[in-house]
């Protein structure tokens, strides 16, 4: 398994699956997520209403992750994930773990090779970059270890696409730094 840090748009990565840092009500925001619904395309929106109308109708929790098709995307799959929003109170560093966790667990149950995240809570939500980068490569190598986890992932590579040069410089400082 490979850990790979890009500077670009996550949306026009030709991954299996692009991780989506939406909000709760999995209708549609700023930042990443509404770079991700352009992209992909009205399909989407209509995907995640369907979500709501059947197995979400209170909407995704924090730290939760659901699968939808990538409709006109590169990527065959998009994970939605909801980070925990610091200007809610919501500074927990397990809430933005779950984020990942779950999403590689998602993308592990569609069969997915590759994977592909933005810096989850990093923009509106308020997070420090440093400590996103830091949460995001402690629960990939907590998702690798953990029997029948990480062990029967086909996961091949791990992507984290950062829409600015400053936040892939802090990526990739927090790489060298890391375990
Ligand atoms: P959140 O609400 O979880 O903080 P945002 O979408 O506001 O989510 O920001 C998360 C990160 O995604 C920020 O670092 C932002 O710059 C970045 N971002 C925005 N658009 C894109 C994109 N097209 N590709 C990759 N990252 C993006």
Same mark, same amino acid.
Request: glycine share 12%.
């Given at each position: 398994?490979?850990?790979?840090?890009? %500077?670009?748009?996550?949306?026009?990565? $030709?991954?299996?699956?692009?991780?989506?840092? =939406?909000?709760?009500?999995?209708?549609?925001?700023?930042?990443?997520?509404?770079?991700? %619904?352009?992209? /992909?395309? $009205?399909?989407?929106?209509?995907?995640?209403? *369907?979500?709501?109308?059947?197995?979400? $109708? #209170?909407? @995704?929790?924090?730290?939760?992750?659901?699968?939808?098709?990538?409709?006109? @995307?590169?990527?065959?799959?998009?994970? %939605?994930?909801? *980070?925990?929003?610091? %200007? =809610?109170?919501?500074?927990? $560093?397990?809430?933005?773990?779950?984020?990942?966790?779950?999403?590689?667990? /998602?993308?592990?149950?569609?069969? =997915?090779?590759?994977?592909?995240?933005?810096?989850?809570?990093?923009?509106i939500y308020g997070w420090d970059a440093r400590q996103v /980068?830091?949460?995001?490569? &402690? =629960?990939?190598?907590?998702?690798?270890?953990?029997? #029948?986890?990480?062990?029967?992932?086909?996961?091949?590579?791990?992507?984290?696409?950062?829409?600015?040069? &400053?936040?892939? /410089?802090?990526?990739?400082?927090?790489?060298?730094?890391?375990?």
């Amino acid at each position: 398994m490979r850990i790979d840090i890009l %500077h670009g748009d996550i949306t026009t990565r $030709p991954v299996d699956v692009i991780v989506n840092a =939406a909000n709760s009500s999995l209708l549609g925001g700023g930042g990443v997520d509404g770079a991700i %619904h352009r992209a /992909a395309g $009205p399909e989407l929106l209509e995907a995640c209403r *369907g979500l709501r109308r059947s197995e979400l $109708p #209170g909407g @995704l929790p924090v730290g939760a992750a659901v699968a939808t098709a990538g409709f006109r @995307l590169p990527a065959r799959w998009v994970v %939605h994930t909801v *980070g925990p929003n610091r %200007h =809610a109170g919501q500074t927990d $560093p397990a809430l933005l773990a779950s984020c990942f966790g779950k999403s590689l667990k /998602a993308a592990t149950g569609l069969g =997915a090779r590759s994977i592909a995240f933005p810096a989850i809570s990093a923009g509106i939500y308020g997070w420090d970059a440093r400590q996103v /980068a830091e949460v995001a490569f &402690d =629960a990939v190598r907590s998702f690798w270890s953990s029997p #029948g986890a990480g062990s029967g992932s086909p996961l091949e590579l791990v992507e984290f696409v950062l829409f600015s040069e &400053d936040t892939t /410089a802090v990526f990739r400082a927090a790489f060298e730094a890391s375990p």
